[in-house]
């Protein structure tokens, strides 16, 4: 794939119930790019992922694909039967691919000893590999995640990030998230989006969490805490992004 974006959002606004879940909202994910989105809840984040894969058609605005982009989805929660039991194994085959794929899905994310395991019989951690495993099935261009650390514990958080950040590099995909872990999200991120309905602000994660608005949604203590741990990673941090600042929005 050539380096224009793989994925454009252009002035995406949407409405439920003549409540406002996203205004104005525009992005540009190139390849290889790692784009975190963070806010609070009732931001719209997973809204706006499902706009970018054309789950959810907006009102107005324009989303771009680039042609044959192939996308990796991992939802933000696996819905499963309880009655149905299902192995690792049986859940990735129901995508309806080759075996060779998912045995080389397992082995990137280090679960292939689980292959027979029931799913109801996992932890968290697991559970949430076997879902990146899903979305890596097809060798995707994009890995779409929504909350991928979702019910795993801090260590387990910390090793799903970074592998995160290896499966970027083997497969030279992007990746487009949305993540409540603030730390993990300033260490391994290229660009954050910081939403609120709107972009608050966006940019390089250092020149975003000293910006007044994402200091107003999270709190200055908390953006210390952030600065403090970047400055221990400091040799992560050498892409610069230009920060855009929106606080004064036009219908």
Known sequence: MNNSPLLTLSH?????????????????????????????NGAGKSTLIKIALGLIKPDSG?????ANLGIGYMPQRLSLNPLMPLSVER?????????????TALGRTGIAHLRRRPLHDISGGETQRVLLSRALLSEPDLLVL??????????????????INSLRDTLGCA???????LHWVMAQTDTVICLNQHICCHGHPEHVSND??????????HAEAVALYQHDHDHQHDIHGDVVCEHHHHD
């Open 212 to 221: 007044p608005a994402y200091l107003s949604l999270f709190g200055r203590r």
């Open 175 to 181: 990746v487009l998230m949305v993540s409540h872990d």
């Open 12 to 40: 995406i606004s949407l409405k439920h119930q003549r409540q406002s879940l996203l205004t104005d909202v525009s992005l540009s994910l190139a390849p290889r790019q790692i784009m975190t989105i963070i806010g609070p």
């Open 146 to 163: 929504d909350e991928p650390a979702q019910g795993v514990d801090i260590s387990g958080q910390t090793e799903l990030y970074e592998l």
């Open 91 to 103: 859940f990735l085959a129901m995508a309806n691919t080759r075996k060779k794929n998912i045995d």
């Open 62 to 66: 324009s989303v771009f694909r680039q």
